[in-house]
């Protein structure tokens, strides 16, 4: 079993930066692909970005490419979330998953984090 924490949420301007961080627990964070979600007050909760267990592939939402950035460290046990050039619909909670299967949209993912909350000031 894999627990997740995310940090690093907060408060920022439009146009800004903010970098999450996602510490798992155990000793097999490397056997796991990792993704970023996020849920904003009133939807549903939605695909972000995620990564493979090397960080040799990466996934985005069409809403983030060019502005996110998701990397991974499996000596630290740890996933980022570098996001660039933030807007007022960035706002949300953002969530931390893993799973041992590749990332596929139609399956969930195994283990979520509790979150961490970004707001997003115009």
């Known amino acids: 079993q894999v627990q997740l924490v995310e940090s690093g949420g907060g408060l920022v301007q439009a146009g800004g930066s903010l970098r999450l961080s996602c510490a798992a627990s155990g000793r097999t964070f490397s056997s796991y692909y990792m993704g970023w979600f996020r849920q904003a007050p009133g939807k549903e909760r939605e695909f972000v970005t995620a990564i493979s267990w090397s960080g040799g592939r990466t996934y985005y939402a069409d809403s983030v490419k060019g502005r996110f950035t998701i990397s991974r460290d499996n000596a630290k046990n740890t996933v980022y979330l570098q996001m660039n050039s933030l807007k007022p619909e960035d706002m949300a909670v953002y969530y931390c998953?893993?799973?041992?299967?590749?990332?596929?949209?139609?399956?969930?993912?195994?283990?979520w984090g509790k979150g961490t909350r970004v707001t997003v000031s115009s």
């Open positions: 998953a893993a799973d041992q299967a590749p990332w596929d949209p139609r399956d969930a993912m195994d283990y």
